[in-house]
């Protein structure tokens, strides 16, 4: 019912600067929460940023101050923007959007876009 598309990922070196966008599209009316999870070869997705439909954030420990996660709900699409990256922040980056039901709320996730810092 819902389709995300991220884009935005690429090559930057150490210190440098990137900004994901996640567009929604289909059935995204009640979509509540969307943030970006992050996931590496043989490791949990672990959670990076997410956003509220009332603009509350939450972020990981291990990227306060230096990312920041926004929303525009007129275009249905969130953003990440990541600053003073760190070769640890390479990873491929997954945007996910919730929608709450009668019984349960639905995960969505978007194909996964690619962020690689070099030292």
């Known amino acids: 019912q819902v389709q995300l598309v991220e884009s935005g990922g690429g090559l930057v070196q150490a210190g440098g600067s990137l900004r994901l966008s996640c567009a929604a599209s289909?059935?995204?009316?009640?979509?509540?929460?969307m943030g970006w999870y992050r996931q590496n070869p043989g490791k949990q997705r672990e959670l990076v940023a997410d956003?509220?439909?009332?603009?509350?954030?939450n972020y990981a420990d291990s990227v306060k101050g230096r990312f920041t996660i926004s929303r525009d709900n007129a275009k249905n699409t969130v953003y990440l923007q990541m600053n003073s990256l760190k070769p640890e922040d390479t990873a491929v980056y997954y945007c996910?959007?919730?929608?709450?039901?009668?019984?349960?709320?639905?995960?969505?996730w978007g194909q996964g876009t690619q962020v690689t810092v070099s030292s």
């Open positions: 996910n959007a919730k929608q709450p039901t009668a019984w349960r709320t639905i995960n969505y």
């Open positions: 956003i509220t439909s009332g603009a509350g954030t």
């Open positions: 289909g059935s995204i009316v009640s979509i509540s929460t």
